[in-house]
T-cell receptor, first 114, second 115 residues
Framework: GENVEQHPSTLSVQEGDSAVIKCTYSDSASNYFPWYKQELGKRPQLIIDIRSNVGEKKDQRIAVTLNKTAKHFSLHITETQPEDSAVYFCAATRVTDSWGKLQFGAGTQVVVTP | DTEVTQTPKHLVMGMTNKKSLKCEQHMGHRAMYWYKQKAKKPPELMFVYSYEKLSINESVPSRFSPECPNSSLLNLHLHALQPEDSALYLC??????????????FGEGSWLTVV
């Protein structure tokens, strides 16, 4: 089955700096890679996703890159703000058969200090 | 409207109790899921329903019993739980089409404490 590794486990950044979280996956057939943000006591919320036919996707201050050959994908947050503080989970799945069977990474606790 | 609603938000139950968690979505999604999340850990898939039929059961103990009465509702019946079952239980839903990527929307979760 799919195995997703996520690094780092914690990330402290100064407000205004950039944050980068990296994930690797094992199943070369995985073709959908969402990122979820979970604030303390709240639900995981999708912030951005990327499909395997795309190498990069951007949404305002957030971007995701995918390297299929190396089987890794990364989340980039620019101009970080205190409200970016949360746990971020990457995930991977092969949607052609097992829809919704997301395999999550272990999570990254991001702390943005003013 | 990307809303999945769950009730109750908090539940405390004894090990001999029977209780149920409820989930509802009105996005026309035909796949619904139960995930379990322990503190500081990622969500773990428990069950997947597709078109109201159980598609995936991730070897979950029988003290957890899912039910999908219709395309909008998903229940999780709880009986004879153990203290280690205390966790956040997340319901989620998504489209079921063979497109490349089905966004999964999570509900707010039900915080379960077993005493």
């Amino acid at each position: 089955g799919e195995n997703v590794e996520q690094h780092p486990s914690t990330l402290s950044v100064q407000e205004g700096d950039s944050a980068v979280i990296k994930c690797t996956y094992s199943d070369s057939a995985s073709n959908y890679f969402p990122w979820y943000k979970q604030e303390l006591g709240k639900r995981p919320q999708l912030i951005i996703d990327i499909r395997s036919n795309v190498g990069e996707k951007k949404d305002q201050r957030i971007a995701v890159t995918l390297n299929k050959t190396a089987k890794h994908f990364s989340l980039h947050i620019t101009e970080t703000q205190p409200e970016d503080s949360a746990v971020y989970f990457c995930a991977a799945t092969r949607v052609t058969d097992s829809w919704g069977k997301l395999q999550f990474g272990a999570g990254t606790q991001v702390v943005v200090t003013p | 409207d990307t809303e999945v609603t769950q009730t109750p938000k908090h539940l405390v139950m004894g090990m001999t109790n029977k209780k149920s968690l409820k989930c509802e979505q009105h996005m026309g999604h035909r796949a619904m899921y139960w995930y379990k999340q322990k503190a500081k850990k990622p969500p773990e898939l428990m069950f997947v329903y597709s078109y109201e039929k159980l598609s995936i059961n991730e070897s979950v103990p029988s003290r957890f019993s899912p039910e999908c009465p219709n395309s909008s509702l998903l229940n999780l019946h709880l009986h004879a739980l153990q203290p280690e079952d205390s966790a956040l239980y997340l319901c989620a839903s998504s489209q079921v089409v063979r497109q490349r990527g089905n966004t999964i929307y999570f509900g707010e979760g039900s915080w379960l404490t077993v005493v």
